[in-house]
């Protein structure tokens, strides 16, 4: 009998490619979202990919009401949890708006879940509950850091919810995944990241550079402690990504955890400096990148890449896509968007 998944944010960049690799390893997903920070694209590829529609339901996982009612109507065997605001300077100038949605989205899920005499429950974390890391890489042990942001503070919080709740009530189990920085778009480039305004991130800013929306990128500081000067993130394919949560569903459905609340790190183990892949991106879609060096930016860290041991012993995952071929994925999405 196939099991049905609840993705809430299942529009998203992240929650729509989680969809697809559900669907294609065999399970009934039931897409939630609220639609503040999308629009339909992705839904309609992941229909366009999967050549059929899924369930979709436009609500807001602020209404308790509603997620109980969902929760009623079907049987929901796991839900992943993407529903959420996820800009940090925003939620700097914006605290009340990111406490209010991440932590009380999250809540009704774990009352929902409570309330149906358990449910599995997988959380998405990031790795910037590690804060500026002491040693590198970061394993599920290192210690998590102070957040430095209302955005950060929520992951941190819904986390201690996740694992509280746990162990108060029986049924309900959980697996929190901390992502480094998730990258590139599905292979169809029917979908991928769909930023509003200007964006945040940095393979957004490149592939928005290269195809002419924006003028230039800023790398910002070329004069950290690193070979070449730039931070070095964990680039993580989405793709790759989403695989991970499939494996982590298939671990509590089939009651394979070894604790009832599990954290994994989601990474690749490869720390990418900025330059490394703006030269990456240059080299393996053919093109010069129009990009100036700018000063740093408040609040990054230097530095900070996995140890996805875990993830790969346990949920029997492993990253697999090159940066190149990631690289390669995002850009073909650029060029879908704009038509090209
Ligand atoms: N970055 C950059 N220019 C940009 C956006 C980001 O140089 O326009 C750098 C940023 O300083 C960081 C890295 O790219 O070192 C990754 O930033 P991003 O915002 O994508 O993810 P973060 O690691 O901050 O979550």
Redesign the pocket.
Known sequence: MKKTVLVSGGAGFIGSHVTVELVQAGYDVVIADNMSNCDDTNYRGVCSILGRELPFIKMDFCDGDAVNELFAKYRIDAVIHFAAFKA?GESVDEPLKYYRNNLLSFLNVLEAARSQGGCNVLFSS???VYGEPEELPVTEKSPRQPATSPYGDTKQMCEDFLRDCVRAYPGVKGIALRY??P?GAHPSALIGELPRGV????????TQTAIGRREC?????ND?PTEDG????D?IDIVDLAKAHVCAVTRMVEGRMKEDYEIFNVGTGRPV??LE?VNAFEKVNGLKLNYKI?P??P???VA?WADPSLANEELGWKAERSVEETLAAAWAWEKHLAGK
């Open positions: 940090v990031s790795a910037t480094f920085n990258i964006p945040n991130n940095l393979v957004p800013f490149i990128l800023s790398i910002f500081g950290y730039t931070c070095k993130r680039y400096s900025v892949l700018a740093r930016r609040g990054d860290v900070i």
